[in-house]
């Protein structure tokens, strides 16, 4: 979406006068911020998740079947996660069909968790979260 994209760029400009104001900039030790709670986490993923899954775009086919990508996942990653949950694997046309909603989760545990985004500030979140996807890290 624009607007979280628009509310992601606010939030960096933010991060960006908030530490050039900062003590630390002086001289001064830096405080230790306050771990983001759960639901601070969760929203900035949220938020996250929408602008990364918005440049990844839709499906794309592959060499082989494994290869293909839908919404930045490849149907060998949602097949590996649905079998880790204990469910059967999907075809590739299924495949062809899945949402956001269908793949939050895998996003969540092989990039989010897996990178630690929940505990960065939210535009090195972004950054760190979307350069795991692309690159599948």
Same mark, same amino acid.
């Given at each position: ?22 003590? +630390? ?7 230790? $911020?306050? /771990?983001?709670?759960?639901?601070? !986490?969760?929203? @900035?993923? =949220? ?32 097949? +590996? ?7 059967? $694997?999907? /075809?590739?046309?299924?495949?062809? !069909?899945?949402? @956001?909603? =269908? ?35």
């Amino acid at each position: 979406d624009e607007a979280n994209i628009q509310n992601i760029s606010r939030q960096t400009s933010d991060l960006i006068k908030d530490r050039a104001s900062s003590p +630390a900039a002086d001289g001064a030790a830096a405080t230790t $911020p306050a /771990t983001p709670s759960l639901a601070e !986490q969760s929203a @900035l993923f =949220d938020k996250c998740l929408a602008v990364t899954a918005r440049l990844e775009g839709g499906y794309q086919d592959g060499k082989t079947d494994n290869e293909a990508k839908n919404l930045g996942v490849t149907l060998a990653q949602y097949n +590996a996660w649905l079998s880790n949950k204990k469910l059967d $694997p999907i /075809t590739k046309d299924a495949f062809k !069909q899945i949402t @956001l909603a =269908d793949v939050k989760e895998v996003y969540r545990t092989d990039y989010w968790n897996k990178l630690q985004c929940g505990l960065m500030p939210a535009a090195l979140a972004l950054t760190v979260f979307d350069f795991g996807v692309s690159s599948d890290t």
